[in-house]
């Protein structure tokens, strides 16, 4: 029998929205589906590490990469964020009730072989390097997630 | 012949982004779709019933609690909102047109047997009790979320 | 064999996400899918002629009008707008890597046969008049929304 599978593009940059798209897909790899994220605009910075890396950038790239979190851990909330203060709240209540947080929701979806891909062309209009990005993923444009969305069951866009 | 199925998560506790829920789901289910709602994050408020009920919370629970909207009719719009008087001008302009209200919506889905479930995770996270949620929903996880999913006709993330 | 098929619910006036549904929507089409886009409350604003149309419009509508983006090319992005100063560094950024504006997406996808549709209801809720929307579309409710999207392969809401 042929697996199931999902798809999820991942567009926003919100922890909560990041977070609901990893939580579907870590289920769907749990119930054995094949799962790929497609991390396209915003929700490249999921896929961003944390902390500085060196890389040759233009003005206009220097600028994005600078304002736009660098990494998951650093994203604020769709909602209610108040400058980061209901993401630190958000994620003192996860600890409380021993949710995961993004961080480690992401890197049990790599040990899920979740297939994590980073949008190439919003890469370039955003200015992120593949250096600055998480190891093990992949880089793929929209021929490459319709391929995989277009024998889906679940296909969403988050 | 098997029927349709239609799965909706609703994400988003935006009185517009959830009135397009609850108008493809009410249109699904007049399509004789068996229709699922999964209510998750501040698309958890749309389930909140209109005005005070008495709960044990916890300080961050009472917080969240209090920020909220209490119930479909309290939410704003996700674009133009202005404090609440871009919420006004859409339900005016609605009355004028005969086009149902939310709290309308979400009657008539339940009239129409589409299920509505309230995402357990999320609900411990905002702290929400069942005392808080309407009657005669479900209340479930992600595992019965993709359960439904997995066969669906037309799946969409709001 | 049947053509594959691809539905977008465009909800929403982001310019950024507008992009996103167009490119998925000219990469399906090129794969031979049969696309609708289905235009939706702030998402009609793409499918607005540039520039002032004259029609007859009520205090309310008048106000909505003038308050929403005419058309794709002034349309704002859903994170880092800061004013419509983020819109013009992305169109910047897109003119440097030679990718296409919103409105050549939009033209492209006419050419392609992308079935562009405004859904009626929300056009009454906006006040938006079909003279001010770009030539042939087409004019559909939720019930034609959902006889394409129960047999689309790629269904998503934007």
Request: charge should be negative; hydrophobic fraction near 45%.
């Amino acid at each position: 029998m042929q697996k199931k599978r999902t798809t999820i593009v991942l567009f926003s940059g919100d922890y909560d929205k990041a977070m609901a798209a990893y939580i579907i897909a870590n289920g769907a790899a749990a119930y054995d589906h094949e799962v790929t994220i497609f991390h396209t605009f915003w929700g490249l910075n999921a896929l961003r590490k944390d902390g500085d890396v060196e890389v040759q950038k233009s003005g206009m790239e220097k600028m994005f990469g600078k304002m736009m979190p660098k990494g998951a851990d650093k994203m604020g909330l769709s909602k209610m964020n108040f400058g980061g203060l209901g993401q630190k709240m958000i994620k003192g209540v996860m600890k409380k009730h021993n949710a995961m947080e993004l961080p480690n929701l992401i890197e049990m979806a790599q040990e899920q072989d979740v297939k994590l891909v980073a949008c190439t062309m919003t890469m370039d209009l955003l200015g992120l390097h593949k250096e600055e990005l998480l190891e093990e993923i992949e880089y793929a444009g929209v021929a490459a997630y319709l391929a995989d969305a277009e024998d889906g069951n679940v296909n969403l866009f988050i």
